[in-house]
């Protein structure tokens, strides 16, 4: 049991995120406190909380991403401690500098170490030094001028991928085909890395294509243990934005495996990583390992991990934070396989265009090997200023076709009403034969997205009976709206048809 | 004892309107709806389940479904999927042909980053009109056909609703 030198913990964070965190804290009797924006005062993550402060109007940049307001909320709570959530201040060493000066414990990495390894191309530089396999390129900046790009070609190849140094999210980010293409690409690359994260500079790699997205979760003690707490993949993305994520990683050999978990060790031992985080990387088709970052946070995507090794990983960053020691190494064993889709609010018939709004109605599925990871309920407003995720469906079983037949059934029994999702697109996609036997790769919605967003049919004669059912008074037990009906009520020859004659008004809007 | 009976026109997922003439009874196995859509007989055994949730027997195939009311449409949501169910004879039956706006709309809520045009500008299909950006990302609403700007509603910075009029055109 450990003991805690905090008692009360902000919750840095909004959303699913910030409702899963708080449900760990109440777990190990620690207090919570949420933040909010305007547009979040009555939101799920506030009603959970055992408290919450206000930390300004509703765009990020003046509310979950101020330093200054949120360590002053922290102050003002009496708070001891702040998780961080991921997105937002997570990763962000000014925000963990600031908690660590106003004596608040940072529930990550060191300010330190969050300042040694935000530069990704200095972070790719020391691992390579530490022997963990990275992608051709240089490992400097790319310099101005057509010299510089040339050289960089030399080393890379074509296809070349040209990255931003400052950030991630696919912004700065450029497939070059050919030679002639590649000065224009460089330049609208900084332009838009500039514009961005107001840093320019670019960095070029080869393009490892076709090629499997697996990670490795690892967590760091203050006593120098480092523990590989399996993989996961994450190859079915779309516009860098993963979809759906499963653990363990299928099909990867054992010398892979060894192979990604041993290059993961060694890149957080070379970055004197503490706490949770995770190393990316590609997996081309013949096995080869190659480095791409490192997140320096819990991933949106913990809880499939969770599942197959029965841990709490948010518990565990609270317990790296009170200076407790990791287990010793083989504690944790995976089992059987997790399964993660990510429900959003955005339409796929539309572009997947954001959408926002007022949910209805919201049905959260349950079922054996089920979790459900969700920011919102029925009546809740969907702001427009963040990002779309309303909820994570997790699906676990013994084997990973037993865990996406539980995944399918609970995806098939949510019900989000008011709010467009990507709920039937996601069924879809787990529905494809390539998915269906793991033939997985990052490109693998490339060019099949049109044929898994179109809705098939309008539903026929089911959806216009339940809603003829609905408006015309179904009562509880199923029977007609007229029988059974005694007293004053059954002298109404039309009890049930008071939603039918507002709709006959049309009085909303 | 006869149940309420409901007639009407209405159409899902944007779909060609059907008329629907249907009644409520009480039966054994729950209530059973039955009459005619368009001109087929429908016949679907119906209860109440959880909150929202209805619980159908169409035709031998088992069917729950969630239902919703947001403003004139109904949702229902079955397998995951939501269908959208609309009056077709009632207060939304009106519609614009596609294209023929004399306005351009917000396609969601969120905050305009740019605006393209100023009145009296000559647009050509396909040009930018504005920009809006909502949950991290930008979309830029283009002229559908070639138009002669006649108004600006809102400039970079305001925050715009979903269907929010942004730029009107000359006729």
Redesign the interface.
């Known amino acids: 049991m450990t003991t805690f030198p905090f008692r009360t913990v902000l919750v840095a964070n909004r959303g699913e995120i910030a409702v899963r965190v708080i449900r760990t804290l109440r777990a190990l009797g620690l207090r919570s406190v949420a933040i909010h924006s305007d547009a979040d005062r009555d939101a799920r993550h506030v009603r959970e909380a055992d408290a919450a402060e206000r930390v300004g109007p509703p765009p990020p940049r003046e509310s979950y991403l101020s330093v200054e307001a949120v360590v002053a909320a922290a102050k003002r709570a009496g708070a001891q401690a702040v998780h961080p959530g991921y997105g937002f201040l997570s990763e962000r060493h000014d925000f963990a500098k600031a908690c660590e000066d106003a004596g608040l414990v940072f529930v990550g990495p060191s300010a330190a170490v969050l300042d040694g390894s935000s530069d990704k191309l200095e972070v790719k530089a020391k691992v390579a030094a530490a022997g963990v396999p990275v992608i051709a390129g240089p490992l400097g900046a790319l310099a101005e001028g057509d010299a510089a790009l040339r050289a960089a070609a030399q080393a890379t190849g074509f296809p070349m991928l040209l990255k931003a140094i400052g950030g991630g999210g696919g912004r700065g980010l450029r497939v070059v085909a050919r030679a002639e293409d590649l000065a224009a690409a460089a330049e609208s690359a900084r332009r838009e890395a500039g514009g961005a994260f107001g840093d320019a500079r670019l960095y070029a790699e080869a393009l490892v294509r076709p090629a499997r997205h697996v990670e490795v979760q690892i967590l760091a003690d203050a006593f120098g243990a480092v523990r590989v707490v399996g993989d996961r993949d994450c190859s079915v993305q779309r516009r860098h934005q993963k979809v759906v994520e499963e653990a363990p990683a299928p099909n990867l050999s054992d010398a892979t495996r060894r192979t990604l978990h041993e290059a993961a060790r060694n890149a957080a031992r070379a970055l004197g990583y503490r706490n949770a985080g995770t190393v990316e990387f590609l997996v081309d088709p013949a096995g080869r390992v190659y480095f791409l970052e490192v997140n320096r946070r819990l991933q949106v995507e913990h809880p499939v991990t969770e599942a197959v090794f029965g841990v709490d990983l948010v518990a565990w960053q609270l317990r790296v934070a009170a200076g407790e020691a990791l287990p010793p190494e083989g504690a944790w064993t995976p089992r059987g396989h997790a399964v993660e889709v990510r429900v959003c609010a955005e339409d796929p018939a539309n572009q997947f265009m954001p959408a926002s709004g007022t949910i209805r109605r919201l049905v959260e599925p349950v079922g054996p090997g089920v979790r459900v990871d969700g920011g919102f309920v029925g009546g809740d407003e969907v702001p427009p200023f963040y990002d779309s995720l309303l909820m994570k469906v997790i699906a676990s079983g013994e084997t990973r076709e037993a865990a996406l037949a539980r995944l399918d059934a609970a995806l098939a029994t949510t019900a989000v009403l008011g709010v467009r999702t990507n709920v039937a697109f996601l069924r879809r996609v787990l529905a494809d034969p390539d998915f269906r036997a793991a033939r997985l790769s990052t490109d693998f919605l490339d060019g099949r997205v049109e044929g898994l967003v179109a809705d098939d049919g309008d539903g026929g004669d089911a959806v216009l009976a339940a809603v003829a059912a609905e408006l015309l008074g179904l009562d509880r037990r199923g029977a007609g709206p007229a029988a059974g009906a005694v007293g004053p009520a059954a002298a109404d020859p039309w009890p049930g048809l008071a939603g039918f004659r507002l709709l006959e008004e049309g009085v909303d809007r | 004892?006869?149940?309420?009976?409901?007639h009407g026109k209405?159409k899902?997922?944007g779909?060609a309107a059907?008329r629907?003439d249907?009644k409520?009874?009480?039966?054994p196995?729950?209530?059973?709806?039955h009459g005619r859509?368009d001109d087929a007989h429908?016949e679907?055994t119906?209860?109440?389940g959880?909150?929202?949730?209805?619980?159908?027997d169409?035709?031998g195939?088992r069917?729950?479904?969630?239902?919703?009311?947001?403003?004139?449409r109904?949702?229902?949501?079955?397998?995951?999927?939501?269908?959208e169910?609309a009056?077709a004879d009632?207060?939304?039956a009106v519609e614009g042909g596609p294209g023929s706006d004399p306005f351009a709309v917000s396609?969601?809520?969120?905050?305009v980053t740019k605006v393209h045009v100023a009145a009296g500008a000559a647009v050509a299909k396909g040009a930018p009109l504005f920009a809006v950006e909502?949950?991290?990302?930008e979309?830029v609403v283009r002229a559908d056909r070639d138009v002669v700007v006649d108004a600006v509603k809102a400039a970079a910075g305001d925050r715009v609703a979903?269907g929010a009029v942004v730029v009107t055109f000359r006729a």
């Open positions: 004892m006869s149940g309420p009976s409901h209405w899902a997922d779909g059907r629907v249907v409520l009874d009480a039966g196995a729950g209530a059973r709806l859509v429908v679907a119906v209860r109440r959880g909150d929202g949730e209805v619980l159908l169409v035709g195939r069917v729950r479904a969630t239902v919703a009311r947001a403003g004139d109904w949702l229902v949501a079955i397998g995951g999927r939501v269908h169910v009056r009632g207060v939304d396609p969601m809520t969120g905050l909502a949950m991290k990302m979309y979903v």
